[in-house]
């Protein structure tokens, strides 16, 4: 980290538009890509991304989303590799990665960067150790055999390649049936996401009149309890979870009001060892 990146004007943008919040938010995500992948970070998996915000950020998910479109619109990310895979990454982030990483390459280690997200151009760096690979079939991982040091195959190579290339398409085809078999079969109904609950009592606060923290809280309970039941509401599979969302805000506004009618219709108990007679509302 520079000692003066503070005064860089990114910096200066994001903190002027979400206070300390953004920059604390930023630097959970360095720390993250840093310390997980390296270079990036994956940010399509809602409830990965969830978790990020309740346990590393420990903010809610609605203001870690809306300060990575900041540092996004900022620069502090690239736009394009967010755009097009939901990668969290810059050309500064790799530069730090390939500098990290240049003592152990130099003795021979090896390390993997994907092409698609890869920013840097060809000799900005020292390649030695380094393993271009490319992403394919639904985040599968192969080696780019397009190296600029072998351009030209021979018909020995070509013959491999094809008949690899047989047996990709055959597997993808059985994972195919599989996942069709596996669509058909959950077509009823599907869980509800952390996300998409937590998003539904969000919407409900003006009714519920919750705070967004609770409904954090309460949407980690609703998913725990119902998947500890295999998602069955008595006798029956769930149909509708946002029917049994909704009545999981009415009884918990229920219960609570419930406790606090009996804290203010307690009374006090005459003392029968004085003999006094003290009764009244607490």
Request: hydrophobic share 30%.
């Amino acid at each position: 980290m520079d000692s003066d990146h503070v005064q860089n004007k990114k910096i200066k943008l994001l903190v002027n538009e979400f206070d300390s919040h953004g920059y604390w938010v930023y630097q959970c995500i360095l720390c993250t890509i840093y310390y997980q992948k390296g270079y990036f970070m994956d940010m399509s998996n809602s409830d990965e991304l969830i978790l990020f915000a309740s346990d590393v950020c420990k903010k809610p998910v609605s203001l870690v989303k809306e300060v990575i479109q900041g540092c996004i619109r900022r620069g502090l990310f690239d736009k394009s590799v967010y755009d097009m895979f939901n990668v969290l990454t810059s050309d500064r982030i790799q530069e730090n990665y390939l500098i990290a990483t240049y003592e152990s390459r130099k003795k021979g280690a090896e390390v993997q960067i994907i092409n698609e997200y890869w920013l840097l151009k060809n000799g900005d760096f020292n390649d030695k150790g380094i393993t271009k690979i490319s992403i394919k079939n639904d985040g599968f991982l192969e080696k780019d055999n397009n190296s600029r040091e072998d351009q030209n195959f021979s018909r020995e190579n070509e013959e491999n390649s094809s008949e690899n290339t047989s047996q990709r398409k055959g597997k993808e085809k059985k994972g195919e049936e599989r996942k069709g078999k596996e669509r058909e079969s959950s077509n009823k109904f599907s869980p509800p996401s952390m996300e998409d609950v937590l998003q539904f009592f969000i919407e409900k606060i003006p009714e519920s009149g919750w705070a967004e923290f609770v409904c954090d809280t309460e949407a980690k309970k609703f998913i725990n309890h119902y998947d500890s039941k295999n998602w069955y509401v008595g006798k029956n599979k769930m149909s509708k979870w946002k029917s049994s969302a909704a009545g999981w805000i009415l009884r918990k506004n229920e219960f609570d009001n419930g406790n606090k009618n009996q804290q203010n219709n307690a009374v006090i108990r005459p003392n029968k060892t004085d003999g006094r007679k003290d009764f009244g509302k607490l």
